[in-house]
């Protein structure tokens, strides 16, 4: 059956076929949705373009999260093209590399507020100009990772930028949950993208997860996707400002 059939979601944060996000947006387009992609320069233009061409019906627009009015024109755009909107999915982070090696004591206030900015702060700038166009309830998503809640090496600055996050995921669901807008994170077990390229010693991150993990293996983008779609579908209709760990249970132990 197709679970999201009739739906309009928009998916940010596309940067190449090894995204999470794209693996979200193959299962949403599995299950009927209808999709608009964002890419945040030219820089990835390309790339997204070529992918989403492979999704039918769907539209690629541009979008840097840290330009206000580069988001206030998306939701006209949405507006526009879509009517309504029933989906958000927010698949974005960054920060400097010098602050994702050595010490967290050593970050600076520029690098601290950057990361910040994209990294979390974008949730509520697009949640607050998107969430209008979810005229007939909706679901909005983000990424996240333990680093949040656990200090992990080389981590840094995004561990303390996924813990607003995972905040702003709390607080968004209570402002949001009387117009039926649920908002929730997945956080998922470390995956080999280009984001994880930032991190240093990622390869000794995903040896410890295939030794300790209960599933023993790393966790796979499809695994991601299907439970974004699980958060983005009826089904999770009960479901919001909660974190949801895909990581193979990594999370339990040790
Ligand atoms: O192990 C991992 N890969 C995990 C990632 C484990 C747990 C969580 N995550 C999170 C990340 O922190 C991020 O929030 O998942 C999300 C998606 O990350 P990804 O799929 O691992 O990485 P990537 O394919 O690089 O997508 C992130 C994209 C950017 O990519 P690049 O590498 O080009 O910076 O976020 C986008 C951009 O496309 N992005 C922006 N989009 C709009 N405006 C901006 C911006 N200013 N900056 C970055």
Redesign the pocket.
């Given at each position: 059956g197709e679970l999201l059939a009739g739906k309009n979601i928009i998916v940010?944060?596309?940067?190449?076929d090894?995204?999470?996000?794209w693996a979200i947006a193959q299962s949403l387009a599995e299950q009927g949705a209808r999709l608009a992609f964002t890419y945040?320069s030219e820089r990835?233009e390309g790339r997204v373009r070529k992918l989403a061409e492979t999704i039918p019906n769907s539209l690629v627009l541009p979008?840097?999260?840290?330009v206000d009015a580069e988001i206030d024109k998306l939701a006209d755009t949405l507006r526009t093209e879509f009517g309504v909107l029933h989906g958000l999915v927010h698949?974005?982070?960054?920060a400097k590399a010098e602050d994702l090696a050595g010490d967290f004591l050593s970050t600076s206030r520029e690098g601290f507020a950057l990361a910040h900015d994209?990294?979390a702060y974008s949730l509520v700038a697009v949640a607050q100009r998107l969430s209008g166009l979810m005229t007939e309830g909706g679901s909005i998503m983000t990424?996240?990772?333990m680093g949040a809640e656990r200090v992990m090496r080389n981590y840094n600055v995004m561990g303390v930028a996924k813990a607003a996050l995972e905040s702003s995921v709390r607080y968004l669901a209570n402002d949001l949950g009387p117009k039926n807008i649920r908002v929730n994170a997945i956080?998922?077990g470390?995956?080999r993208?280009?984001?994880?390229k930032g991190i240093s010693d990622f390869n000794s991150i995903l040896k410890q997860v295939e030794e300790k993990a209960p599933l023993r293996r790393t966790t796979e983008t499809a695994e991601v996707g299907d439970t974004a779609m699980f958060l983005l579908s009826h089904l999770s209709r009960g479901i919001t400002g909660e974190v949801i760990y895909v990581d193979g249970g990594y999370n339990i132990v040790g």
């Open positions: 940010m944060g596309v940067a190449n090894r995204s999470i996000a945040e990835v979008c840097n999260v840290t698949s974005i982070a960054f994209i990294s990424m996240t990772y956080s998922a470390p995956i993208t280009l984001a994880a």
